[in-house]
């Protein structure tokens, strides 16, 4: 098993013979990836201790300036690593952070120039992913929250006598997905945006048909997701019925951030989970993995019997009660207003902030398009 890992290794760090590489199996400090924007470049980050954010690329140029260190080809982007990482790439990631911690880089008076405080670089999201899951009413304080807290405790309890399978919907990428500090945009025309702070699992080996037992080996790591809901339904007088792209898939609906955690610094989330969302300083939303319906296992052996999931796909694992849409908790439904801010944070892996805008009237529309939710007879 262990000659296999190293060829491996070989085979993708480019490593000429075993004896001349320096192959490092454990890294000297716990760390983190992000991609940052550096003179207009998205560059691959490595995070330490949460306030210094290394350059890989140029950290790699570095370290191979000594020989004993072999030439390895640099990922472009982050599917690219999480697709690399466990077939070689960690490895070189592990001697990069040795190389600075040996060193003591991470001190002011010895920090190289691709070395960035955290505070002094634009985070994007750390990832695009190739397609992104996000499981639906998996948390039970979410299970009719629109109730009375009496309705919404019993079917909860119902529920849980009878969980049944995950239920899982295709959230957009390109377009919905925004990163750390970007503002969510309220469509023109649309005034119930919702939140919901979710724990993103980051795919990190190909899989079809994974059992809930293997689940864990095909997890990269994990992120904070939130899912911007537009609970402004259709139009009445159109097609009835749910209608997922209207209700998830508007632009920047999808916030990812702050940065990536890889499995072997984080844990088991359904032992630590804690997520928590913020709007304008007060708690709309808190929740453990004893809340959650299904594990974040289940939802990867259920989504890879549908489709096969990709290393830089993400499944994101529901979110609590605590919705705007929901009267159970606060009484009365609350949506987000322009002007606010909202913070989301999931303990040991990180938090970050956005605020809430709203879309100007566009000057021109052509073809359909959904008229303002205030014109809907049905408006509350």
């Known amino acids: 098993m262990q000659r296999t890992v190293f060829l491996a290794a070989v085979a993708i760090l480019s490593i000429p013979t075993l004896a001349s590489a320096q192959v490092a199996t454990t890294s000297a400090q716990p760390f983190k990836l992000a991609t940052i924007e550096v003179d207009g470049d998205a560059r691959i980050g490595i995070v330490l201790g949460d306030e210094l954010i290394v350059e890989l690329n140029a950290a790699n140029a570095a370290l191979e300036r000594d020989p004993t260190y072999p030439p390895v080809n640099m990922p472009a982007n982050m599917r690219e690593l999480i697709g690399q990482y466990e077939y070689g790439l960690k490895y070189r ?15 002011s008076r010895n920090r190289p120039s691709y070395a960035h405080e955290v505070d002094d670089v634009r985070l994007l999201a750390p990832l695009m992913p190739g397609k992104m899951l996000n499981a639906a009413v998996n948390f039970y304080s979410h299970v009719n929250e629109r109730g009375t807290p009496e309705e919404q405790r019993a079917a909860a309890e119902e529920r849980r006598a009878t969980r049944g399978i995950p239920y899982l919907f295709i959230k957009p990428t390109e377009g919905a997905v925004i990163g750390p500090g970007d503002d969510v945009v309220i469509p023109w025309g649309r005034h119930r945006l919702d939140w919901e702070v979710e724990l993103a699992t980051v795919i990190g080996r190909t899989a079809k048909y994974v059992s809930a037992e293997d689940a864990a080996d095909y997890i990269f790591g994990y992120m904070v997701s939130v899912d911007i809901s537009d609970r402004g339904g259709r139009p009445p007088n159109s097609r009835p019925g749910s209608d997922w792209l ?27 989970l804690d997520q928590v969302l913020e709007l304008d300083g007060q708690v709309m939303q808190r929740a453990g993995p004893g809340d959650m319906i299904h594990s974040i296992y289940e939802l990867i ?55 809430v805008v709203a879309e100007e009237e566009p000057a ?13 007879s049905d408006d509350d």
């Not at 990631?93 to 001190?107: F, K, P, T």
């Not at 705007?324 to 002007?339: F, I, L, N, S, V």
């Not at 021109?364 to 809907?376: A, I, N, Q």
């Open 93 to 107: 990631l592990y001697e990069i952070v040795n190389d600075i911690v040996a060193n003591n880089r991470m001190a």
């Open 246 to 272: 209207v209700g998830k898939g508007h632009d920047t609906f999808a916030p990812l951030g702050p940065w990536i955690v890889p499995k072997e610094f984080y844990g088991d989330p359904m032992e630590r």
């Open 301 to 355: 052996e259920y989504g890879s019997s549908i489709i096969t999931m990709y290393p830089g796909d993400v499944l994101n694992n529901g979110t609590s009660g605590g919705t705007g849409a929901g009267r159970a908790y606060r009484g009365a439904q609350r949506w987000m207003q322009a002007g606010e801010s909202v913070t989301v944070s999931i303990d040991g892996i990180g938090s970050f902030d956005f605020n």
């Open 364 to 376: 021109e529309r052509t073809g359909s398009y959904l008229p303002p939710v205030r014109s809907y």
